[in-house]
């Protein structure tokens, strides 16, 4: 039975209901529901259509059982002719969570009775009281799209004075606070959109909303903005803690696997390994200075033409020997995948006629120009995601490839015109923030079914929830500068308070010019100490200078196209060499520590690298520190982020703290200055 209380005021109609556990409210032709939604949890949902999509969207678990209460009651109010009018509220209560909606609809939230959270409005609603009132400005705007059932969606909250705000994915930028900044939520080539937040109040925030959008955490409002959608959906949790939120996050949209030990080392790749006896070559000399590295990686064009999904028999023309050789050798093998279709391809005929290309709304049929006139494919269509599986089964696992490289996964538009592409279900601008996450589910969905081991390939983009669908996540193609490796860091530390536990970068940067620069070999060094004391080890980039002859003089296939200098450990000299080895030993001795932070990632989504905030939520001091971090819970390191930078000052929470590099202990609470030579990273354990 529904329990229903309607009242009218001055003009306004408002309707409250118990819906199982819900509260439902009705105004205007919107439908707002609250629900429970796990462990001091709400989801919160709108639309104007008269009825839910039905789509989870990023919450895929079913929730932990939570009992609400939930109140409807009158209250007393001053309307504008001096008299008192009688107005209804509603408020709704799990656990520690307490949302309370009042006559004009807008919700306010409240951690322990303590308010973290209220929608922002402007609207003159027959009272005296409400400040700026002939604005006309209210919470959740809903802007129909002209000849479209969808509407362009703006919501807007109070901005809370002091508050830190994290997470929201990846953004090349130096910031970690994002309060003050704004976000584009679109996916991009280095930049990736997981609209999760956690804020120094003690709340967790999902924008449930796959449009492409942005959000903008300013000094006097929040405002989310979707710019195409038929629902609004948000999920807000609490807790005493950065790693509860995130524990609290992680069981509504999912858990990482438990990462195979057998890939918590070193990675080897570069652009690009050209031939099978170039990938062999470097494995057997990996073996020859006795280094063990767990997987090789084997970039694009080893194939004919983009969308043909198979290697160009010239330069690799036995590659299951090739894997069967690099398996006795202990090594697995992932391949380089892009879901871009040249019409040259002898898949493009047949995906174009079946509809399992992304469409334009105008123009050409074009979404990809790099080497070649592509259409990417749509992985939204089951089909679609059916037939690149097949194939690539036929031309890559079977022949024992152990993962995939799902390269351009945002997809990378050749211009990013969201308006002009769509989906098989529905318009880009509604759902392109999914895209990788549905491109990454082609493999993983079919290689989970078929092997009882965990999938771990991986990707350049992502979403909320990817960490479940086995997702490397790395940073894109960013430049080899200081000024790159400081916004790497920060993203990272969003990435992981953002949900996605598996994130990694190219070492030194993507793009070089002179690997023989030594201000380059500087930063690879920095660089490389990072990765160490991170989630993958894993070495790439296009190293320059491109003087390297081509192997063919055709336009297509696996010799045309150009490829970096060596990248291998021992490719920049003797000195280097001698850190970089110092550093591999360092990581493999720490297997066993590595082995129990990916088990946290699995048991509760806590990241690898992790804010100081989130060992140390206490510590005020920690809320603000962006150039340093905790590797697990055991170990914080302080990275070298400038040129010809040998020393520097590094903050130790209370506690005691051992520096690895000489074994003195110092008294936390305070600033240490310590030396940093090259060929040291400043690391202290907590003892």
């Not at 704004?182 to 796959?210: C, D, H, K, M, T």
């Not at 296939?557 to 850190?579: A, F, M, R, V």
Request: aromatic share 14%.
């Amino acid at each position: 039975m529904h329990s229903l209380k309607l009242f009218r005021a001055k003009g306004v109609t408002m309707r409250f209901e118990k819906d199982n556990g819900a509260l439902m409210m009705y105004h205007n032709g919107e439908i707002i529901r609250i629900e429970a939604w796990g462990k001091d949890s709400f989801r919160v949902r709108s639309t104007m259509l008269g009825k839910f999509t039905g789509n989870d969207w990023a919450l895929t678990e079913e929730p932990v059982k939570a009992e609400t209460s939930i109140c409807i009651e009158e209250e007393d109010h001053w309307v504008g002719d001096g008299t008192i009018d009688k107005r209804e509220i509603a408020t709704i209560v799990n656990g520690r969570l307490k949302a309370v909606v009042n006559f004009a609809g807008i919700i306010r939230f409240y951690r322990d009775d303590k308010l973290i959270l209220q929608e922002f409005y402007r609207m003159y609603d027959g009272t005296l009281s409400q400040s700026s009132r002939c604005l006309k400005v209210v919470s959740r705007e809903w802007k129909g799209i002209f000849g479209a059932t969808e509407y362009q969606l703006k919501l807007k909250f109070e901005s809370n004075d002091g508050e830190k705000i994290f997470g929201m994915g990846q953004y090349q930028q130096p910031y970690l606070d994002m309060k003050g900044c704004e976000l584009e939520l679109a996916q991009r080539n280095s930049q990736i959109s997981v609209p999760f937040a956690v804020s120094s109040l003690g709340y967790g925030f999902l924008w449930n909303n796959p449009a492409v959008g942005q959000v903008t955490f300013a000094k006097n409002y929040t405002e989310w903005l979707a710019r195409s959608t038929r629902e609004m959906d948000y999920w807000i949790t609490v807790a005493d803690g950065p790693k509860q939120i995130l524990a609290n996050y992680t069981d509504v949209t999912g858990h990482a696997e438990m990462f195979p030990e057998e890939l918590m080392g070193l990675w080897q790749c570069k652009l690009r390994y050209r031939t099978q006896d170039e990938v062999l070559t470097v494995a057997r000399q990996y073996q020859k200075e006795g280094i063990k590295i767990d997987q090789i990686v084997i970039d694009f064009f080893h194939w004919t033409v983009q969308g043909d999904w198979k290697f160009d028999v010239t330069y690799w023309p036995d590659p299951k020997a090739m894997v069967e050789e690099l398996h006795s050798m202990g090594i697995r093998v992932i391949v380089s995948i892009w879901p871009s279709v040249d019409r040259r391809s002898e898949n493009f005929g047949p995906m174009m006629e079946k509809g399992l290309l992304i469409r334009t709304e105008r123009g050409a049929a074009q979404t990809y120009d790099y080497q070649g006139d592509c259409v990417e494919i749509d992985p939204f269509n089951p089909e679609t995601r059916k037939y690149i599986w097949e194939v690539c089964k036929k031309n890559y696992y079977d022949l024992g490839i152990d993962a995939f490289w799902l390269d351009n996964s945002e997809p990378d538009y050749g211009v990013y015109d969201f308006e002009n592409y769509r989906y098989s279900d529905g318009p880009a601008l509604a759902l392109s923030n999914m895209y990788p996450q549905m491109f990454s589910r082609a493999f993983y969905d079919e290689m989970s079914r078929i092997s009882d081991k965990p999938v771990v390939n991986l990707l350049r983009c992502g979403w909320a929830g990817s960490q479940k669908y086995g997702n490397v996540i790395w940073s894109g193609d960013i430049p080899s500068t200081f000024q790159s490796f400081e916004e790497q860091i920060q993203a990272g530390l969003n990435m992981g308070l953002a949900g996605i536990p598996w994130w990694t970068t190219d070492i030194g940067g993507f793009m070089t010019d002179d690997v023989n620069d030594p201000d380059f070999r500087q930063l690879l060094i920095r660089w490389y100490q990072f990765a160490v004391y991170s989630a993958v080890l894993r070495m790439h980039g296009d190293r320059g200078p491109y003087n390297i002859p081509p192997l063919d003089n055709r336009d297509w296939g696996g010799g045309y196209l150009h490829t970096g200098q060596p990248n291998e450990l021992w490719s920049y000299g003797e000195e280097n060499y001698k850190i970089m080895k110092k550093y591999y030993d360092i990581r493999i001795s720490m297997h066993d520590y590595i082995k129990g932070l990916y088990e946290e990632a699995h048991t509760n989504g806590s990241p690898l690298i992790r804010t100081m905030f989130y060992e140390f939520p206490e510590d005020e001091k920690c809320w603000e520190l962006k150039d340093q971090y905790m590797f697990g819970d055991k170990y914080l390191a302080a990275p070298i982020i400038h040129l010809n930078e040998f020393e520097r000052d590094v903050y130790l929470p209370a506690g005691q703290w051992k520096l690895t590099s000489t074994g003195e202990v110092f008294q936390g609470g305070c600033t240490v200055h310590v030396q940093a030579p090259i060929e040291y990273m400043p690391v202290f354990e907590k003892v």
